[in-house]
């Protein structure tokens, strides 16, 4: 059983808008900080942002403005907001859970299966 579903992604234009979702069991959304990671094809797998459960909220300096991270305690789900997108936001987006130690974010072995963002004209 999934434990963390993405949606939300698909072909959108430069500069346009998009928002991820990814629904989460309740087991693992109350424990864990959720975060985004994407990978582009031939580049590592790498972190876009993250949101603790009082909701802080931590980014990829490079991304800072033009995504959001946010989350629903109710719904057991966390968002990711992008907007002004470039061709090179073009990625799988990934939803994982972890935890922070110190200032430095710990992914654990809770993936969804990705979602596929195409930006182009």
């Known amino acids: 059983q999934a434990q963390l579903v993405e949606s939300g992604g698909g072909l959108v234009q430069p500069g346009g808008s998009l928002r991820l979702s990814c629904a989460a069991s309740?087991?693992?959304?109350?424990?864990?900080?959720m975060a985004w990671y994407r990978q582009a094809p031939g580049k590592n797998r790498e972190l876009v942002a993250a949101?603790?459960?009082?909701?802080?909220?931590n980014y990829a300096d490079s991304l800072k403005g033009r995504f959001t991270v946010s989350r629903d305690n109710a719904k057991n789900t966390v968002y990711l907001q992008m907007s002004s997108l470039k061709p090179e936001d073009t990625a799988v987006y990934y939803c994982?859970?972890?935890?922070?130690?110190?200032?430095?974010?710990?992914?654990?072995?809770?993936w969804g299966q990705g979602t596929q963002v195409t930006v182009s004209s």
């Open positions: 949101i603790t459960g009082g909701g802080k909220e």
């Open positions: 309740g087991s693992i959304f109350s424990a864990y900080v």
């Open positions: 994982n859970a972890g935890q922070y130690w110190g200032s430095t974010y710990t992914p654990y072995n809770y």
